[in-house]
């Protein structure tokens, strides 16, 4: 599986994950920081080997199944599993540094929030992605 780069450019996405129009009938492209977090936020809402044509497997795969975590009892143990999830999932990404990954996991008995922050490699602005999750499905904001 190839995660988008960097300096790559994609189909734009809207929060249903459907492509969106750029009012002249084709689809609207995204690139540059807007292309690899929509591509992060892709793949923290996708499950490991959902996708059919992926042949990897563990932290090379596409996905972080975040909904692996969220069936059982919550304790200091699966948040750890949760962060270890999130910064090796992340660490693939040859642009971000793995020692500004930082993820708080908040269990409220009803809905875990997860906030995940980190920078690029040639940069100090930090970015922010906020996951929320009832056990049942996934929302990255």
Not at 3 to 16: A, H, K, R, S
Not at 50 to 59: P, Q, T, W
Not at 67 to 79: A, H, K, S, T
Request: proline share 1%; with cysteine.
């Amino acid at each position: 599986m190839q995660i988008t780069g960097e300096n790559d450019v994609d189909i734009m996405l809207d929060e249903d994950g459907q492509p969106v129009s750029d009012g002249n009938g084709d689809a609207a492209l995204v690139s540059d920081d807007d292309c690899w977090l929509q591509d992060i936020k892709n793949e923290a809402l996708t499950e490991e080997g959902e996708l059919f044509y992926e042949d990897e497997e563990g932290d090379e795969s596409y996905g972080w199944s975040l909904l692996d975590f969220m069936q059982g009892e919550y304790d200091d143990f699966i948040q750890m599993e949760i962060q270890q999830r999130i910064r090796s999932k992340l660490s693939k990404r040859e642009y971000i540094d793995a020692g500004s990954i930082q993820t708080v996991v908040v269990f409220d008995g009803h809905v875990y929030h997860i906030r995940v922050s980190f920078r690029r490699n040639d940069s100090d602005r930090p970015y922010n992605i906020d996951i929320e999750s009832d056990g049942v499905e996934v929302i990255v904001e």
